[in-house]
Every structure is written in structure tokens, then in C-alpha cells.
């Protein structure tokens, strides 16, 4: 096979305190003009190395340069202050101050569309509601502001420093409502995360290369963009949360994204998609990161942080 000129890996190390993490690696070969699936593996110990020490060894022998995880790289803005505290309600840390006052104004748009002409707001809202996934939602809902309900619940609740990231409402003001209506669940940066392997991977991050380039993404973000973009089908996306249907699902996923985004995937790799849904989430980050490589992600303000996620929210 021809020598590679890119490669990109995912690791889902979310949803836990059970460590059963998966490599998934792909790789860009120039001669092929294709992406291979060319390494997925999951992190046991062996004999003489730790599955620490695995992590660190995988990333080296594979001369990766960058890295996706499903896991928060960035801290709430009440982790790295050094101000004086008033207390939560009152913060005057500028990015906190920044993202209050964007949430305030997104209310204010949406009570004086609501003023002014009640009846049609309703019937917008009600249209909303629906939620809509073509690839120009991101455009509408950034546009205007006509909240759902459940959204606007959640807006008014606030951003709370010592809990959320700026990155979240930026996830929650693009997909708040498709991440409720699609999966039933609300994004926030460590409500999957387990204490233990969030310190884990912190230690991690201590032990590999200092040129490799470490980026955040979710699963449930990528699969709502492989939709937008029809790579794959509202059906499948359901399929995923059936327990009676989501090894056949991700198999499904894994074709379709091969057919449409040229990602070879070998049989074994395959079985183990099918399989194993920690392996299935490994394979999804990496496609997201392909989507880093070709330079096909959204572009995601920096609110004035000094730890910032690298978030990647893809587009295909």
C-alpha cells in the first residue's frame, strides 16, 4: 500500500467509570486516493505495559498527530479564576459576564418577536417545534430566534460557571432541541463524565507527544450532521437506541458513511463496529475528525477563554 499523508484517530472514553476504550484510526493514502480504516483496537493491559501505558505506546508507534476524544479538554471558567469571588449569581469573570449577556439578548429577540405579533409567533414557534434537520437549520436558528419551549426553560435556568464551558452554549443554542427531540438528552460537558477517568485522562495528557493535537467532539453531534448531510437516514438514527436493532444499526452507519465519505472499512473492523458500541463511538469521533482534516467544521466563537475545548462540530 502506498505511503500515508494524513491520519486522524477517535477515542470515546465517556460514558462511565468502566474503562473500555477503543482506538480507531484512519488513515489517507495519496497513491489510493482514499481513507482506510486501518487500525481499531481496544485498550487492554498486556504484559509488560499498563493500559496507561498502551494509550501512550499506540499513539507513538503510530506517529498520530491528532486526536478526538468525547471528553471535556477545557474547564468551567470558576476552575482557572483567580478573581475575588461575589458569589455564582453575581460572577463578574468576563467570559461568564460575555455568555449572560448573549443569553440575555437571545430572550430579549425572542419576547419582542412575541410582543409584536403574538399569532404568528405561535404558529413559527409551532413549525420549530418539529425540528427540522436539513443542512440549513443551523443557519435559520442562528437568524432568528423563535424558542422552543423546553429551550427557553433551559435558557432561562443560566449558565452556571462552576458547571458548564462557553462551548456548551454555543451546543446548546445549535442543537438544543434535535439532541432532545433525536437522543433525549441535554448537552453538558460532564454530565457523562466520570470523576475517576476525567482525572485519568488529564494525567494522560502529561504522557503523550507534546505535537500532538488533542480536539473535543460528541458522538451525538456527528451522527445529527451525518443526517443534515444525508449520509445516513433518520431511520438508522432511531435503530441506534433500539436494543433490538442497533448492532444491525451500526452496521448500517458504518456502510453508509464507507460509501459516501470513502472510508474503507475492513470486515474485521466492521464486526467489532457492529459489536461494540464504545468501538462504533471510536469510529464516529474519527469521522468527525476527518472532517477537521478537509477543513469541513463550524466555526465556534472564542468567548474570550483562555482554556478553550478545541470543540469540533463537523460537517460532511
Known sequence: MSDKTNSIAGM??????????????LEFFEKD??????????????????????ITEWVESSSLKKLIVDFPLSKPPCETCDLKCPG??????????????????LLA??????????????????????????????EKETAHH?????????????FIPYWNRPVDYWVWKNYYDQLLKTFDLSYDSFGNVSVMLLYKFHYLLRHLPNDLGIYESSVFITLLELYRSEVISKKQILELQDINLNTLARVQVAKAIEKKLGIFIYKNDLELIAKNPKAFDSF?????????????????????????SNFVAPTF
Open 88 to 105: 455564582e449569581p453575581n460572577c463578574h469573570h468576563p467570559v461568564v459576564v460575555d455568555v449572560r449577556n448573549q443569553i440575555k439578548q
Open 33 to 54: 486516493n482514499r481513507w482506510f480504516l486501518t487500525s481499531l483496537k481496544q485498550v487492554k493491559e498486556e504484559s509488560n505495559l499498563s493500559k496507561d501505558q498502551v
Open 12 to 25: 470515546s472514553l465517556g460514558g462511565g467509570k468502566k474503562e473500555n476504550f477503543f482506538f480507531c484510526l
Open 284 to 308: 464516529i469521533l474519527a469521522v468527525a475528525g476527518q472532517s477537521l482534516i478537509l477543513g469541513k467544521n463550524r466555526e465556534i466563537p472564542k468567548f474570550g477563554a483562555k482554556d478553550m
Open 146 to 158: 423563535i424558542l422552543s419551549k423546553s429551550f427557553k426553560r433551559k435558557l432561562k435556568k443560566g
Open 109 to 138: 429577540e425572542d419576547r419582542k418577536l412575541e410582543k409584536e405579533n403574538p399569532k404568528r409567533y405561535e404558529q413559527e414557534r409551532e413549525e420549530d417545534n418539529k425540528v427540522h434537520y436539513q443542512k440549513s437549520v443551523l
